[in-house]
């Protein structure tokens, strides 16, 4: 089995566009703008969007199921209140559940928070409890920045994320690590606010306690884990002088994915960081959308990559799946019930 665990609908039928733009035309008022109900989109405009895109790019690189959420970018957690934010997070998290619905063989969700900025995360966990409990969604994407560029909110290990954690653990759902679009223009929003964010994320775990309040608390640091593993030695070395456990101990509770577009990358990624903490994803469709003339092959398309090296059937197992079904609990119950993998023998 195959698992892409980072893949956004990016590809959302132009009715919820249309709603964004109906709401955030509204901030002023709130009262004027659009209800939840006006969205209005048929399961054919959202089979067709996906049939063009996600579902067409899993069947020609030969993956399985994809670990789906709202546009990562579109999330903007900066914009209006935290009630435009709710309101919008609802939308995006039931679209994801109509697409898991659609295909439940392909798309597994996982949700956007209601966040915003200098509102305390607790704010969260209604939704995230919503997309767990009812929808059958398996994480979350937990913005590190949710004022868009300009980090304003406490380092993510501080105590005011700690609630969000708490019912993480409890409902044993991870977080992606993932911020949203840039209002600052110093940050290009995927190729230097997403990996500031990458790395940021990990520092502030490595000077932190956080895994020994939350020992079953997982982050994924996608984006192959920003700057980290090319400056795998500086950031040993960092955790070496201010007395802090080596990074291995903090691979039991941080995993990278494998978005980094190049072989080279991948190759360093894995000569440097535990197998064991690295999961197969390619966050199609839409962070860099174009074909690399070197290779003719789509940047996105990191299955080449792994597939290019001589792994074992042990480490791409791990690669392909076993991790994933270990970071992920309910996914693995889900695919378990669904007969897509079996209990026995998976780590
Ligand atoms: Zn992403």
């Known amino acids: 089995m195959i698992i892409d665990c980072h893949g956004h609908y990016t590809t959302a039928p132009k009715q919820l566009e249309a709603w964004r733009k109906a ?19 048929s399961d054919d405009e959202i089979r067709e969007s996906l049939e063009k895109a996600q579902l067409k790019f899993q069947r020609e690189r030969g993956t399985d199921v994809t670990i789906f959420s709202p546009r990562a970018s579109a999330m903007a957690h900066h914009i209006g209140d935290a009630q435009t934010s709710l309101v919008w997070s609802q939308i995006c998290n039931e679209l994801i559940h109509r697409v898991c619905s659609l295909y439940p ?7 956007q928070l209601p966040q915003s900025p200098g509102v305390p995360p607790e704010n969260c966990i209604a939704e995230l409890e919503r997309c767990v ?4 969604f398996v994480g979350c994407n937990l913005n590190p920045d949710p004022s868009g560029g300009h980090w304003t909110s406490p380092p993510l290990t501080a105590k005011y994320w700690y609630p969000l954690y708490e019912k993480m653990c409890e409902l044993e759902v991870p977080a992606m ?25 990990f520092m502030q775990c490595i000077q932190s306690d956080v895994f020994k309040d939350f020992p079953t608390l997982k982050l994924i640091i996608p984006h ?12 040993r070395g960092l955790a070496q002088d201010m ?12 995993f990278f994915d494998t978005c980094v577009y190049h072989l080279p990358g ?8 535990p197998l064991d903490s690295i999961m197969f994803a390619s966050e199609m469709v839409g962070a860099v959308k174009g074909i690399d003339p070197e290779t003719g092959n789509y940047y996105d398309d990191t299955k080449r990559y792994l597939d290019a090296l001589p792994l074992t059937a042990e480490q791409r197992h791990k690669l392909f799946e076993g991790n994933a079904l270990k970071v992920y609990p309910r996914l693995k119950k889900q695919l378990v019930r669904q007969g897509a993998v079996k209990t026995a023998g998976t780590p």
């Open 23 to 41: 709401q955030i035309a509204a901030l002023s008022n709130p009262a004027s703008g659009p209800a939840k109900s006006s969205l209005q989109m």
């Open 105 to 111: 063989e392909n798309f597994i969700g996982v949700c």
């Open 133 to 136: 409990n009812e929808f059958g």
């Open 177 to 201: 690590v993932h911020v949203s679009s840039s209002c600052n223009e110093n940050f290009h929003a995927t190729g230097a606010h997403y990996i500031n964010a990458d790395t940021t994320a």
């Open 224 to 235: 192959g884990g920003g700057a980290v593993p090319f400056h795998w030695g500086r950031y």
């Open 243 to 254: 007395g802090r456990p080596p990074l291995t101990t903090l691979m039991n509770n941080i």
């Open 266 to 273: 991948i190759e360093l990624l894995l000569k440097v960081v």
